[in-house]
């Protein structure tokens, strides 16, 4: 009996296109799964934390982070950007709603996130990486939706008449420094309140 080995499945098949659209979906699941493993390690422990042990905690082989991340600086910048993604994502479902105070539930959040992740974003800035010229698209995009939400509040006489969506970002910008300087980025509660009096700054002022 003759035993014949199964044709080799063309390029443009469809099969070939459903096994290439499966590995790139696996793909891009390790890749998450690598970043937010990336993310709560280097936030618990600092940024001594190996690329090896990082695949090892997300469960994916050595090969697979370094072939995403070459290097350390390149993780940390994914990183970033991956949270930059995620903040614009919920600033896009904050602008779908209706509530007129939004604004400041983005901005804790961006301080909570910020602080959460001071230590990255301190080695980015060490190695002279701005996110800003890094990933535009999405740094526009989150600065957009400030603007949005900031001026929703305003109509609705929530926030000072005065204020700007780029002095809100320096202010966020700032917040980082301080809950650092505090050294309270280590602790959700004390990071907050420092965000909350930073924020109070925006407010109408008491007549």
């Keep these: 009996m003759s035993h014949q080995l199964p044709e080799p499945i063309p390029a443009e098949s469809p099969a070939a296109h459903g096994t290439a659209r499966a590995l790139r979906a696996d793909a891009r699941r390790n890749r998450e799964r690598v970043l937010r493993t990336a993310q709560q390690l280097f936030a618990q422990e600092g940024l001594g934390v190996s690329l090896d042990e990082i695949a090892r905690r997300a469960g994916v082989g050595p090969g697979t982070v370094h072939r995403h991340f070459p290097s350390k600086e390149a993780l940390y910048l994914a990183v970033s950007i991956d949270q930059l993604e995620r903040l614009v994502a919920e ?28 230590t990255v974003k301190s080695a980015l800035t060490a190695a002279e990486f701005d996110l800003r010229t890094a990933a535009p698209e999405v740094a526009t995009d989150l600065t957009g939706y400030v603007t949005e939400l900031l001026d929703r509040a305003r109509t609705a006489g929530l926030v000072r008449d005065d204020v700007t969506a780029d002095e809100v970002m320096a202010l966020v910008a700032g917040a980082f420094a301080a809950i650092r300087h505090a050294d309270a980025h280590a602790d959700p509660a004390r990071a907050a309140r420092i965000g909350g009096i930073i924020l109070d700054g925006i407010r109408p002022r008491s007549r």
Excluded: K
């Excluded at 709603?97 to 959460?116: I, K, Q, Y």
């Design 91 to 118: 600033a896009a479902a904050l602008a779908a709603g209706g509530d007129p105070a939004a604004v400041f539930t983005l901005l804790s959040r961006m301080m909570a996130d910020g602080a959460e992740n001071s």
